[in-house]
């Protein structure tokens, strides 16, 4: 029961500007973390698969941080394609939805973290193997975290984002 109310509210209000939690007009900051908390994982596995790839293949730094940035919308938009494709909608609906709800923040992910890491001495150039690799990276994506759950908080507000996702979770 208290479901179908949920379901009913969240239905009664699309299209109206209202976020899907917290009071009308607004969503809980909380509710932007957990979508830029999702967006985050994709964005860390691609993140260091690309590195490890680009290092294994003993590529540079530019083709290894291109490649990373890849493997970051790929995993960003799989992680919500399954999501999406597990309450039964077909395929493309699934990609189109996953592509308006991830393209900004995995976006502004990315440019956040590759910046940090691109501005941090030595963090290029430092190997997996390295401690400075890993902490440049944690502190890169813990930048990115902060300054994306914003985004997410206002893009959720307005019906974008992650509340799109939401709608086909039930």
Do not use: Q
């Not at 917290?22 to 860390?44: D, E, F, I, M, Q």
């Not at 260091?48 to 995993?75: R, S």
């Not at 393209?103 to 963090?123: H, R």
């Not at 890169?140 to 307005?158: D, E, H, Q, S, Y």
């Amino acid at each position: 029961m208290r479901h179908e109310a949920h379901s009913r509210h969240e239905h009664g209000h699309a299209g109206h500007g209202h976020g899907h939690h917290g009071s009308p007009g607004g969503v809980t900051w909380s509710a932007a973390a957990k979508a830029t908390l999702h967006c985050l994982t994709g964005c860390a596995i691609g993140e260091v698969l690309g590195m490890v790839v680009g290092t294994a293949l003993g590529w540079g730094n530019t083709p290894t941080m291109i490649l990373a940035v890849v493997l970051a919308f790929f995993f960003g938009y799989a992680l919500t394609l399954r999501g999406i494709l597990s309450a039964g909608v077909d395929f493309r609906t699934a990609f189109r939805v996953a592509l308006a709800a991830d393209t900004l923040s995995i976006a502004v992910m990315e440019a956040i973290d590759n910046g940090v890491i691109a501005l941090w001495p030595g963090a290029m150039d430092a190997h997996l193997s390295e401690p400075l690799f890993w902490i440049a990276l944690a502190l890169a994506l813990a930048a990115a975290f902060v300054l994306t759950t914003p985004v997410n908080k206002w893009m959720i507000g307005r019906g974008k984002g992650h509340a799109v996702v939401h709608r086909y979770h039930h």
